[in-house]
């Protein structure tokens, strides 16, 4: 076995690290360790150095220079070669490689870094057991927003404080889009589009634009916040596929921008852990946090809220959070990786969503015949639900496929808090009663 704590041993000789993955990130990190060398020493009092790399394509050019180090095609033997004293995992993807390689170097004794929330989101829980078994570290650091130092903060920066809530933008796709919707009042796949084409969005967006990316990291997030087992199955997501104008432009009238937000707390029913676009008020700093920006708020018994706000992606910004655990591991630092040990965890109890309280803002296109808004407003009624306004404008039309605009006219109901189960159970009473067309539109509200 390798030695365990900052690498070989002689915490003077060169901390010798393994890169399997020389993409965006991989090849960001080369060259940072390139051109902050000296930098990098001086702080250490050791040098960090690459001795071996892995990735698919032994010839492409990655504008960095790979010539100088041992050549892997298998990232699995390269997590465990002897010459490493770090492995760093850079490949992505929840299972293959990357789980094939991380796994073999915790077992070979070999402490691991990675930028990888897919592979974390799914496995944490096992590799952290893993890596504390072989007594190795496990960093993560780049795995949830990227450049925004979250899980050093959570892990060692909040002394005893518990925290209450963790919610925050964590992908800079969705931010973007929503973000260009309300300043330029353009459309959803316009705007998708147009961040394609700047490189922020993937070709197939999906993993992005429906949540899912974001439910990756808050559930990392949550697991550290309150002592649980990761569980990313038990996020309820909601993407901004279907956020149109037409919700912007009354938000944005109320004095609310949408954002896609992740939220945890712990509440008497277990975990409530939800990824959704949610109406945040203008002057919230939440709000403030706009374009490709991430942001994550901590609320703690002790320090009240913290805001972290940064970049959340991009090669260089997460090559610098994976650099941070690099230097974590040579100075010799031991923290478990998920802040406490897996033994003390427990299991994540999925909090439902039907006891969720709060306000709602909800969308409605009503079929234009006489009684339709009333026989709305009376479903709501029998639900309890006390409306804070309604809203009804020409100027909203119906922008869903399938909704004929003539026939029918976009009707805007804000709520007061209410239960999310009332909510449901008279929307579904309004559709039986056959006076609107299309689905409706229900986005919650948050007052932070
Ligand atoms: N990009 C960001 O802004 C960002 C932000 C936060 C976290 N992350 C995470 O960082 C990780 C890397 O992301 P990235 O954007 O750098 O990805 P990327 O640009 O797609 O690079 C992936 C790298 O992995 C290599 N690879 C793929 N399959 C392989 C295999 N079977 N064996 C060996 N190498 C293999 C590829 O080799 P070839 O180059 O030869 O094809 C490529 O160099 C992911 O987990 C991602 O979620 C990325």
């Given at each position: 076995m390798a030695s365990h704590e900052s690498g070989n041993g002689d915490d003077r000789r060169p901390l010798r690290v393994g890169i399997s993955g020389l993409g965006t990130v991989g090849a960001a990190l080369i060259r940072i360790l390139t051109e902050d060398g000296e930098a990098i020493a001086r702080k250490l009092g050791r040098r960090v150095v690459v001795t071996a790399v892995s990735a698919r394509s032994r010839s492409r050019d990655r504008g960095v220079d790979i010539s100088g180090f041992t050549?892997?095609?298998?990232?699995?033997?390269?997590?465990?070669?002897?010459?490493?004293?770090?492995?760093?995992e850079l490949i992505g993807g929840e299972d293959g490689p990357a789980l094939a390689s991380v796994t073999a170097a915790l077992e070979?004794?070999?402490?691991?870094?990675?930028?990888?929330?897919?592979?974390?989101?799914?496995?944490?829980?096992?590799?952290?057991?893993?890596?504390?078994?072989?007594?190795?570290?496990?960093?993560?650091?780049?795995?949830?927003?990227?450049?925004?130092?979250?899980?050093?903060?959570?892990?060692?920066?909040?002394?005893?404080?518990?925290?209450?809530?963790?919610?925050?933008?964590?992908?800079?796709?969705?931010?973007?889009i929503l973000t260009r919707m309300g300043n330029e009042g353009i459309g959803f796949e316009e705007c998708l589009r147009d961040a394609q084409d700047l490189g922020y969005a993937e070709s197939d967006p999906t993993f992005d634009i429906e949540g899912f990316d974001t439910a990756h990291k808050l559930a990392i997030l949550a697991s550290l916040c309150f002592e649980t087992e990761i569980a990313a199955d038990q996020v309820m997501v909601e993407g901004i596929s279907r956020i149109t104008q037409a919700d912007i432009k009354v938000a944005a009238d109320l004095g609310y921008k949408i954002k896609l937000l992740g939220m945890a707390r712990k509440v008497e029913d277990g975990i409530e852990q939800r990824v959704h676009p949610t109406l945040v008020r203008k002057s919230s700093a939440i709000a403030g946090v706009d374009g490709v920006l991430n942001a994550v708020a901590l609320e703690t018994n002790h320090v009240q809220e913290l805001?972290?706000?940064?970049?959340?992606?991009?090669?260089?910004?997460?090559?610098?959070?994976?650099?941070?655990?690099?230097?974590?591991f040579a100075r010799g630092g031991h923290v478990p990786p998920l802040g406490v040990p897996v033994a003390e965890l427990d299991p994540c109890q999925r909090a439902p969503m039907r006891i969720h309280e709060g306000g709602y803002y909800i969308r409605l296109n009503a079929k234009d015949v006489p009684g339709a808004l009333a026989a709305i407003a009376t479903r709501m009624g029998e639900g309890n639900i006390s409306l804070e306004s309604v809203i009804q404008r020409p100027d909203l039309r119906a922008s869903e496929p399938g909704v004929p605009e003539e026939n029918s006219r976009t009707v805007v109901l804000i709520t007061h808090e209410t239960l999310e189960s009332a909510v449901r159970d008279a929307l579904e009473r309004i559709a039986r009663d056959g006076f609107i067309v299309g689905q409706p539109q229900l986005i919650r509200i948050e007052e932070f």
């Open positions: 050549w892997f095609d298998d990232p699995v033997a390269l997590a465990k070669s002897e010459d490493i004293d770090l492995y760093v070979r004794g070999t402490s691991v870094v990675t930028a990888n929330k897919a592979l974390l989101a799914r496995h944490g829980t096992a590799l952290a057991g893993l890596a504390e078994k072989c007594h190795v570290q496990l960093g993560f650091e780049a795995a949830v927003a990227g450049g925004i130092p979250v899980i050093k903060t959570l892990r060692e920066g909040l002394g005893s404080a518990a925290i209450t809530r963790v919610y925050g933008i964590m992908n800079g796709t969705c931010n973007y805001l972290l706000a940064g970049p959340g992606a991009g090669g260089e910004a997460t090559a610098a959070s994976v650099l941070s655990d690099i230097l974590d």
